[in-house]
């Protein structure tokens, strides 16, 4: 491994990004892309995609008004106006061309299992509702990532779900109170504990009928 490669893989800033609104480029539409393009939809982006060929999926993401497919090879110009873009072609010479003109754009750029032509890398997610928990091995070993998330998925149970959203309306709630932040926060940090949490699983799971 280069200097330059190990430098950039420690130094990878972890963050969650709010695209709605949007605009992302797909360049491929095949099996590999489809869920890609699902990601970035359900994230609630705009969604182009650029791909002689698609698949049904994406075939029908279209005709829905869901995405914008344009049926032709990828051209730099498509770049103008993109927050970040995902290349998925079995070209290697088509994926290269599209992560360089995105570096010259300032573009953000994931080329799909090309760890070296990657701005930022997709992890391994366990969600629960708004808890989402990300892992990522920074494209090194996609396979550990996965087996971590399945791992979390038995830790964190789907009661997370709901008990995020009892946590927020209660945060909410104590917003609007006055008191001393000192003991807002110590009271927020009592509601997120382990103890609140298996309170809240024994009282919905007795709602429901079922051994707490």
């Not at 939809?41 to 650029?50: D, R, Y």
């Not at 051209?75 to 994926?95: C, H, K, Q, Y």
């Not at 494209?139 to 959203?165: C, D, M, N």
Request: charged share 25%.
């Amino acid at each position: 491994m280069s200097k330059h490669r190990a430098i950039a893989m420690s130094s990878l800033f972890p963050m969650f990004l709010k695209l709605a609104g949007r605009r992302c480029l797909v360049v491929g539409a095949g099996a590999i892309a489809g869920p890609k393009i699902e990601s970035l939809l359900s994230a609630g982006a705009q969604v182009l995609v650029v791909a002689p060929q698609a698949s049904e999926r994406v075939r029908q993401l279209a005709a829905g008004g869901r995405v914008l497919w344009e049926a032709r090879d990828f051209r730099p110009a498509d770049l103008a106006g993109i927050f970040l873009a995902v290349v998925a072609t079995s070209s290697p010479e088509t994926n290269d061309s599209v992560f360089r003109e995105a570096a010259g754009c300032g573009v953000l750029c994931n080329v799909v299992d090309d760890p070296e032509r990657c701005d930022f890398y997709y992890p391994a997610v366990v969600r629960r509702g708004q808890l989402q928990i990300a892992i990522s091995t920074g494209g090194s070993s996609p396979a550990l990532a996965q087996r971590i998330r399945k791992e979390l998925e038995q830790h964190f149970e789907t009661e997370y779900e709901a008990w995020v959203e009892e946590l927020a309306r209660a945060r909410r709630e104590l917003l609007r109170r006055q008191m001393h932040p000192t003991r807002r926060l110590l009271l927020l940090h009592g509601l997120a504990s382990r103890e609140a949490f298996r309170e809240f699983t024994r009282r919905k799971r007795s709602a429901q009928g079922r051994p707490a």
